[in-house]
């Protein structure tokens, strides 16, 4: 079984940056595919970030590309989401994801969820 906690969400400037952590529990923390996805409210939740389980390969949606950087700490059993240039419309709680089959780009669905931490762009 694995645990996941969110942390670093809060409320931003448009054009802020903030840092999101997540916490994993499980001593093979280093053999799962990690990730970050987003909901907002009426939407359903969309992928932002996955890295490999080596941290090798990440993968981006192309709203944040380019602004958000996913990064891990298999030491550490932490990943974090760097997102900078915030602007309004990635206002979204955002949860944190852990997949032992690695990343499946189009189709991901992580077996593995957190409870979310709200991040809020304001203008």
């Known amino acids: 079984q694995v645990q996941l906690v969110e942390s670093g969400g809060g409320l931003v400037q448009a054009g802020g940056s903030l840092r999101l952590f997540c916490s994993a529990s499980?001593?093979?923390?280093?053999?799962?595919?990690m990730g970050w996805f987003r909901r907002t409210p009426g939407k359903k939740r969309e992928f932002v970030a996955a890295?490999?389980?080596?941290?090798?390969?990440?993968y981006y949606a192309d709203s944040v590309k380019g602004r958000f950087t996913i990064s891990r700490d298999n030491v550490k059993n932490s990943v974090y989401l760097q997102m900078n240039s915030l602007n309004l419309e990635d206002t979204a709680v955002y949860y944190c994801?852990?997949?032992?089959?690695?990343?499946?780009?189009?189709?991901?669905?992580?077996?593995?969820w957190g409870q979310g931490t709200q991040v809020t762009v304001s203008s």
């Open positions: 994801a852990a997949d032992t089959r690695g990343v499946t780009i189009g189709s991901w669905s992580p077996n593995y």
């Open positions: 499980g001593r093979t923390y280093s053999t799962y595919a």
């Open positions: 890295i490999s389980a080596s941290g090798g390969s990440t």
